[in-house]
């Protein structure tokens, strides 16, 4: 138990100990070697920190993350096997993952041999992906880039590196606000997942665990504390996992824009909906739980640890959807964000457990499990139908398929929130919902609230904004009329002049009509043309807190008019996978990969030139070459201040 506690207090420590600095214990050189004619060998050199080991590129499954060789781009070259180490591993059976595990210390080499097909062109890059760890410690796992050129015969390209990017570090104190609004949601989040209907029966039993066979009310007391924080630990440590980087430090990027981990997420939603309206059951695999079960029953500290972990294991099969969101949400913040979401989740969900085994007399207060656990469960299915949308929209924005526009998405959010009114007026029935007698007042003033959300969601159909819930929502575009603008500022019609045509128009949209560019070269060279300041901001398809300042803060008609009359307004993508025409290309300046999207060539830009990772983030860059910079604010009267300074 001890031993169990350390772990997770290393990792809280470690969680903020990362945000202050990226480091690796390892540093990468590369060479290469002409062997014959046309045979080369490629040097993959590793200097490891005194205390460290790199874990070899063969290790079992289970374990931690081996070398890896990525070559992501290879031209005249062909590859003769596979990289080979010059110097044999250490076996040794590793306590940290309990298996043994070969590593390297101090330095080891991988050669890799290539055949030159054409000595115009031959040229190899990628990456490598390792890990390291000493005798208490891991780092995250890490990518080293590489290239080479073959072309020059005889050349030894010898190339120091040392990098591990992370593209989701801790936000600025502009977004402290934000993070007080996100604890919230988790803190809710967790007192909603009791009253769901695999939580709300464990109550009772719960409470009596803790009060049989003891006499000794201090020593019931302690035991139920310690239930407590042990729920709050375990919810802690899945956090700090993502806090600290160990699925990788570009977690919260892949997250958020890929198309696997969003439609996965999108199945997920889906089942959990599908399963709480009835259709089938989830069960997770009874070993799982009797085994923790069993611990259980051994009574003392270990006896609740492990109670807490029954606990948690058995309420996942209901839980899981609201731990999922949380944790998508929390990874593209960055920093400690999942670790203290996970904390105030946990911090709710276990208080009321806590709570009545210390006082178990309030138990007799609490409403008997019934048909109105049902229907809580079913109002959750409903939910999580329109959120899980949301993953959809994800993959539709940033791979530009254009199926699930404004329209669409709101007319099925209408559908959904329309029907879940009437489920609570009793018009809808499912199999497992007991008779519904007479109509509660706490049921009718529910799904009178539900019905006016759904009037709220059909004024977005006539081009309201929809503030409230922009950043759920895909953007809305000049195409769509606003009854709440004036006709000066109405959707298209603020009409930007801009010098020639915009790269990726038909793809990309600035909002409220507003016209630009979506190259940075292209909107600096129209700005100096036209001797107007180019206001860039640089944003996500995926971003809700992008959609959000854009239907709040730059909706408003003095600003609009300000962008559109006295810019040259430049909006870049950092999550686009438009792939990029090769004479586009681009050298990263942080880790020497080549730049092949737009969104990674203007995430680049970013995280060099301004060294931020967090978006939306806003340029104004002058004639003169002087810039100002602002960060993501929903302060009508800061932006617009912003912008009236840019133009002194």
């Known amino acids: 138990m001890k031993r169990l506690l350390g772990i997770l207090f290393f990792l809280t420590i470690a969680s903020f100990s990362s945000m ?14 002409q062997i014959e004619t046309d045979v080369y060998e490629l040097h993959f050199n590793a200097s490891i920190k005194s205390g460290y080991h790199l874990y070899s590129d ?14 992501e781009q290879i031209e005249g070259v062909e590859l003769i096997d596979k990289p080979i180490a010059n110097s044999v591993s250490e076996k040794v059976l590793d306590k940290a993952f309990d298996m043994e595990l070969e590593y390297f210390s101090n330095s080891v080499t991988f050669i890799q041999k290539v055949k030159v097909l054409s000595q115009e062109s031959a040229v190899i890059e990628g990456f490598i992906e390792f890990m390291s760890c000493d005798d208490e410690t891991c780092t995250p796992p890490a990518e080293a880039a590489f290239s080479f050129n073959l072309s020059e015969s005889g050349s030894t390209n010898i190339i ?22 996100f604890l919230l949601v988790a803190f809710l989040a967790g007192l909603a997942a009791i009253l769901t209907p695999c939580v709300f029966p464990m109550i009772p039993m719960t409470v009596s665990f803790f009060m049989r066979g003891s006499e000794n009310r201090g020593k019931a007391i302690k035991s139920a504390l310690f239930f407590g924080i042990s729920i709050v630990l375990i919810y ?46 989830l069960v997770l695999p009874s070993s799982l ?35 999922g969101y949380l944790i998508i949400e929390a990874v593209q913040g960055g920093g400690v964000r999942p670790m203290l979401g996970m904390f105030f989740f946990g911090l709710a969900f276990a208080t009321p457990f806590t709570l ?21 469960k079913v109002v959750f299915a409903f939910i999580l139908l329109a959120f899980g949308l949301k993953f959809l929209s994800n993959i539709d924005q940033v791979y530009g398929f254009n199926l699930l526009n404004r329209d669409i998405y709101l007319s099925i959010w209408i559908v959904i929130f329309f029907m879940l009114g009437l489920y609570l007026l009793g018009k809808i029935k499912f199999a497992h919902d007991s008779d519904l007698k007479h109509l509660g007042v706490g049921r009718l003033l529910l799904s009178m609230t539900v019905f006016v959300f759904t009037v709220y969601l059909f004024t977005g159909l006539l081009g ?29 019609g603020i009409k930007s002049e801009i010098c020639s045509e915009a790269k990726y128009a038909d793809k990309l949209h600035l909002p409220h009509g507003l016209n630009g560019y979506f190259d940075l070269e292209q909107g600096l060279a129209c700005a100096k043309e036209q001797n107007k300041p180019a206001f860039v901001v640089f944003k996500g398809h995926a971003c809700s807190n992008c959609k959000k300042m854009e239907n709040t803060v730059w909706i408003n008609p003095e600003t609009l008019s300000l962008l559109s009359e006295n810019y040259v307004v430049i909006a870049l993508y950092t999550d686009d996978r438009t792939s990029l025409p090769q004479n586009e290309w681009a050298v990263s300046d942080i880790d020497g990969r080549a730049l092949k999207t737009m969104g990674r060539k203007n995430l680049d830009i970013l995280m060099s030139d301004y060294n931020k990772n967090s978006i939306p983030f806003h340029v104004i860059i002058k004639p003169d070459g002087t810039k100002q910079t602002l960060d993501v604010t929903y302060d009508n009267d ?11």
């Open 464 to 492: 309201a904004p929809l503030k409230g819930v922009s950043s759920l929502l895909p953007p809305q575009l000049a195409s769509h009329y606003s009854m709440h603008t004036s006709p000066e500022v109405s959707f298209g």
């Open 356 to 376: 009545l085994a210390v006082f178990p007399s309030a138990l007799k207060k609490l409403p008997k499990s019934g048909g109105w656990l049902n229907a809580v």
């Open 20 to 33: 202050a600095q990226v480091s690796n214990p390892v540093n990468w050189s590369f060479q290469q070697k």
């Open 160 to 181: 120091e590196q040392n990098s591990i990017v992370p593209l989701n570090s801790s936000k600025d104190n502009n977004m402290n606000r934000g993070l007080l609004v």
């Open 638 to 648: 800061v932006f617009r201040g912003f912008i009236k300074n840019g133009l002194k």
């Open 236 to 281: 802690t440590l899945l956090g700090a996992l993502f806090s600290i980087g160990i699925f990788g430090p570009n977690v919260g990027s892949v997250l958020s824009t890929h198309w696997l981990p969003n439609a996965l997420f999108f199945i997920l939603f889906l089942v959990f909906a599908l399963s709480f309206f009835g259709l089938f059951e």
């Open 58 to 71: 063969v290790l079992p499954e289970g374990g931690p993350i081996a070398t890896s060789f990525h070559f």
């Open 289 to 323: 739980v009797n085994k923790t079960d069993a611990k259980a029953d051994k009574g003392g500290l270990i006896g609740a640890f492990f109670m807490a972990l029954t606990t948690v294991i058995v309420s996942f099969s209901c839980t899981g959807p609201f731990i």
